[in-house]
């Protein structure tokens, strides 16, 4: 069954501490992206990675940290340095360009992240 | 960078009516179009996209129409049901094709609610 699994589903964390976000996926895709959403609000790009060991800054990543050492993995760190960290958090992937869609981004469950 | 903005923030139907929910964006370069489906505490699935090669796509009950000339596109849904009830997204990319991979700019979402 093919699909993006995150996990935890819900996540509670004290003021001060880190946590990362799990986010894993079996359709083979090279992209992957991280997005925080905020009640009332679209998605907001935090990173991506187009390829394993390489990944980029998007319009929201202070206070955030990821790594891509698999194909299927893309975990975020939510560090202490994030001022606001209550959210709902996305991840999401894509197959890569010259593959016909390469921009076409399909979705995990998603994260509940709240601090305490 | 790309802007989108998304319009109604909310939209109350009757069962059988129809819904438009329409978007507008401010990157000429846009060239991909994707809609989306968020259910309550759930990812955002893709619904329907459109391509800039193409003035309006159909999918059974779903449509979009695409207008590259005024930068808008437009999201129709005919017959509603009930559970078409959720949150509606449209967002725009200037990377599909070629050798890049497209970064999506959300709109700000359209709470749709389908009465019996």
């Known amino acids: 069954d093919g699909g993006i699994t995150q996990s935890p589903k819900y996540l509670f964390r004290k003021e001060g501490q880190n946590v990362t976000l799990s986010c894993e996926q079996n359709?083979?895709?090279?992209?992957m992206y991280w997005y925080r959403q905020d009640p009332g609000q679209g998605l907001r790009l935090i990173y991506y990675?187009?390829?394993?060991?390489?990944?980029q800054k998007g319009d929201i990543a202070e206070g955030y940290s990821v790594s891509r050492e698999k194909k299927e993995s893309f975990p975020l760190t939510v560090t202490s340095a994030q001022k606001n960290p209550t959210a709902f958090y996305l991840c999401?992937?894509?197959?890569?360009?010259?593959?016909?869609?390469?921009?076409?981004?399909?979705f995990g469950p998603g994260t509940r992240l709240t601090v305490l | 960078g790309e802007n989108v903005e998304q319009h109604p923030s909310t939209l109350s139907v009757q069962e059988g009516d129809s819904a438009v929910i329409k978007c507008t964006y401010s990157?000429?370069?846009?060239?991909?179009f994707p809609w989306y489906k968020q259910e309550l505490g759930k990812g955002p699935q893709l619904i329907i996209d459109?391509?800039?090669?193409?003035g309006e796509k159909k999918d059974q009950r779903i449509a979009v129409t695409l207008n590259k000339t005024a930068k808008h596109f437009s999201l129709h849904i005919t017959e509603t049901q009930p559970e078409d009830s959720a949150v509606y997204f449209c967002?725009?990319?200037?990377?599909?094709?070629?050798?890049?991979?497209?970064?999506?700019?959300f709109g700000q979402g359209t709470i749709l609610t389908v009465h019996p």
């Open positions: 999401a992937s894509s197959d890569g360009p010259g593959q016909g869609h390469g921009d076409t981004q399909y």
């Open positions: 359709l083979n895709h090279d992209a």
């Open positions: 990675s187009q390829i394993v060991n390489d990944f």
């Open positions: 990157d000429s370069a846009s060239n991909y």
């Open positions: 459109i391509r800039s090669n193409v």
């Open positions: 967002a725009a990319s200037s990377g599909a094709g070629g050798t890049s991979y497209g970064k999506l700019t």
